[in-house]
């Protein structure tokens, strides 16, 4: 009997559940279609220089944290269904059947609807895993071919993560059913949230926003003691007078509004506040701007401890925002007498008040994760191309050797070795040399030797002899130079102004064998790769040869380009064998470093593919998570407005007027979070594209980001228009009922 009812009440309910079978369906399969790469039944063609179990292990980690994330989404959805029911519960209570009973046959209906979820997002993670190897061979520059498999441990994993979390919130809700009063669940429908006034959760928020103001102001300050100069431009100026004067204005305001007794006076506080949040984040972003664009020497930790602000003061904006809306909405009912008689929009006001101010807080983190969510899309393929266009430029030589004489304090203890070692070990697995390059890194004076000043170290300097046969490994063609003249070459990373302002001021250079005066051709900028920079430089000096061999040479390094790809094995043993001779810091001072192309490429791209699946999975299930709260509470509301709607169709308002007045309400609750999460995320956004903008340029091109936050938007507005429209017409069904 108990499994007909089960059956009876989930055939039922499949409207209710329809939201939420979509919403598990679209999780299963993204989590099966990503963990499949890493199953130990795949076995992608890549080749043996890399090592494929490293990737498998770091994606199934990181994918299987990320899931977490949706237990929360069960568990919000069995709440739904719970106030859905609860007069039913009520109901069947009254009739006696036990509460112990009622929530066994919730949770089995919930399990069904579950295990239907399950079944269907397997089905579809098949097709979409090829999405992913797709992805995954692309990455590795290997040719796609389409393979359906199955396979087995993925779908065993997946379908024990799934179970295991329905059975943990449904032992949850059965235990909360049990303990709920039958009175409680005749009158769950007429229970509403605290009042907005009466709210603590924004007087918690206002405190810590003042306590960050606080540590702005203090920072500001301490940064202007120590860093500020007159003879700074003046937007540098009124970055640092803004960091300053913003958080005291911010602080004034709270002390003069909460000193005033007036209830007019401390209701303008929030309102205050929200402008001064903006004035903050504003000032505190043009620090990272100004820093790249006039090279200010603040470090990592001041731009990071700026960004941290800026961050405080986009949350507080969306807390207040949101906390403000319903009385943005009053106002602007009050004063607009022709918008508020107009059809029927003093019942479309009334909607929204009464919702705006019981559901704040979660409107709130709704959009804080949706802006999350954003930067998560748009940040993963801007890292992942950043690192992917700096590992061309590391990864030039099959084999590079590189050594650093920062600590080195005695002449006779700079680095002189051939690097026999390499030699040795090529000829003993027959791997045969193309190109092998031994390159002095010289200093134009030995005076340079002892300057070692962090951003200040001296440029280094090439023989045009082993430039050319550098330019010649790597494709380029040769260049000539006087026995007086000298040229540079660049980092990819160096900017246009960086380059002029340097060699502007830098047509001659005093060595110790003479002054040499800039070529006709003053600068090179192909990659060369990173060894060949001394510390903290962008700019290489090319010398003539009998000019090196009168100067100090400082660092040897070592560059071979081989017949065939060395394996993954190969340059693992290798690697040790060096490490154990060369040590990346000896005892006299001199530090070395070796890099193989096959290890570099191995683990970046590992690394860069997994990054990458798990912000994009972490991103979908945010937003999915967020736009299913926010179309469960509409239709949890369509419940209880069911009553109201009917009201308006006996006093002879029409249908179209009904669906009008529906559409506008959707439009509200889904546009208010994320319009604010999107123009938020803009703002971070901005600001971090703003602050690696150089390697922006350098490694990805601003075609490839345009692209990706195109892609961005279109899987946001796939998602929302899918969800909204689902909402829109079952929330219609429900209020014609």
């Known amino acids: 009997m108990y499994a007909r009812l089960i059956f009876k009440n989930a055939k039922r309910s499949v409207k209710d559940y329809f939201i939420y079978i979509v919403t598990m369906t679209i999780c299963v399969t993204l989590f099966y279609s990503f963990l499949s790469i890493s199953s130990s039944y795949y076995r992608p063609d890549i080749g043996s220089a890399y090592d494929f179990a490293m990737l498998s292990d770091g994606l199934r980690t990181a994918i299987c944290i990320l899931t977490l994330l949706l237990l929360f989404l069960i568990q919000f959805v069995n709440h739904y269904m719970l106030l859905r029911r609860q007069k039913e519960f009520a109901l069947q209570s009254i009739m006696g059947m036990e509460q112990k009973t009622i929530g066994r046959i919730f949770f089995a209906e919930t399990l069904i609807m579950g295990m239907i979820s399950i079944l269907a997002g397997i089905f579809l993670g098949v097709f979409c895993s090829q999405l ?52 409680d669940m005749l009158s769950a429908d007429r229970k509403n949230e605290p009042e907005l006034s009466k709210s603590r959760w924004i007087s918690a928020v206002i405190i810590l926003f003042e306590l960050a103001d606080v540590w702005a102001f203090v920072t500001g300050v301490q940064k202007a003691w120590f860093y500020y100069d007159p003879r700074f431009a003046p937007a540098v100026q009124l970055m640092f007078g803004g960091n300053i004067l913003f958080p005291l204005i911010t602080l004034s305001w709270s002390v003069s509004r909460l000193a005033d007794r007036k209830k007019r006076a401390r ?44 961050l405080i003061d986009l949350l507080f904006f969306i807390c207040g925002l949101i906390y403000l809306a319903s009385g943005f909405i009053v106002t602007w009912k009050e004063r607009s007498p022709e918008h508020r008689y107009h059809d029927e929009s003093l019942f479309f006001f009334g909607q929204l008040v009464s919702k705006l101010t019981t559901t704040s807080k979660t409107m709130t983190i709704i959009c804080i994760t949706l802006t999350l969510a954003i930067f998560m899309f748009i940040a993963a393929p801007v890292l992942t191309g950043w690192s992917s266009g700096y590992l061309d430029i590391r990864s030039m030589y099959d084999i590079q050797v590189n050594s650093r004489y920062n600590k080195v304090y005695e002449v006779e203890d700079l680095p002189k070795d051939h690097y026999e070692i390499i030699s040795d070990f090529l000829s003993e697995h027959q791997i045969d040399a193309t190109y092998d390059c031994i390159v002095d890194l010289y200093l134009p004076e030995n005076s340079d030797f002892h300057r070692r000043i962090k951003y200040d170290f001296p ?49 001659n250079v005093e060595t110790d064998a003479g002054t040499l005066h800039i070529s006709r051709q003053p600068c090179y900028e192909e990659a ?33 380009t081989t017949a065939k790809s060395i394996s993954y094995e190969n340059a693992c043993s290798l690697e040790k064998l060096f490490v154990s001779e060369y040590p990346e810091q000896t005892e006299n001072g001199a530090s070395y470093g070796v890099r193989f192309s096959t290890l570099q490429i191995n ?58 007045l529906i559409l506008k309400q959707l439009i509200v609750w889904f546009g208010l979070p994320v319009i604010t999460a999107i123009t938020v995320a803009a703002v971070v956004t901005g600001c971090f594209i703003q602050m690696i903008w150089a390697e922006i340029s350098a490694y990805i091109g601003s075609t490839a980001l345009l692209l990706q936050i195109g892609t961005t938007a279109a899987i946001l507005t796939i998602l929302l228009t899918c969800y909204f429209l689902s909402t829109w017409i079952i929330f219609q069904h429900a209020v014609d009922t």
Not at 289 to 310: E, P, R
Not at 626 to 649: I, K, M, N
């Open 459 to 507: 440029v280094a300097a090439i023989s045009v002899s082993d430039y050319n046969t550098i330019r010649k490994m790597l494709g380029y063609g040769q260049i000539t130079l006087a026995e007086n003249e000298f040229t540079t070459h660049w980092k990819p990373i160096a900017t246009e102004e960086e380059r002029d302002s340097f060699l502007a001021g830098h047509t």
């Open 132 to 183: 992913i190897t797709a992805m995954l061979l692309t990455t590795y520059g290997k040719p796609y071919h389409i393979s359906w498999t199955l396979f087995p441990d993925t779908v065993l994993l997946t379908a024990c993560f799934f179970v295991s979390s329905f059975f943990i919130v449904g032992i949850w809700n059965t235990r909360t059913i049990q303990k709920t009063k039958i009175i």
């Open 528 to 560: 060369i790769g990173e060894t060949l920079y001394n510390s903290y430089t962008n700019v290489l000096y090319v010398f003539p040869d009998k000019i090196c061999r009168k100067l100090l040479p400082v660092m040897r390094n070592r560059y071979i």
């Open 267 to 310: 209701s303008s506080l929030i309102p205050g506040l929200l402008v001064c949040s903006v004035l903050n984040a504003i000032t505190a972003a043009s620090v990272a701007a100004l820093t790249n664009k006039y090279d200010l020497s603040l470090g990592s930790g001041t731009l990071n401890q700026y960004l941290l602000f800026v």
């Open 603 to 660: 683990s970046t791209k590992a690394n860069n593919f997994i990054l990458q699946a798990a912000m994009l999975y972490g991103a979908v299930v945010l937003m999915v998570i967020c736009l299913t709260v926010l179309s469960l509470q509409q239709l949890l509301d369509a419940g209880q407005y069911r009553y109201r709607f009917s009201v308006l169709r006996k006093l002879g308002v029409e249908e179209k007027h009904i669906g009008n």
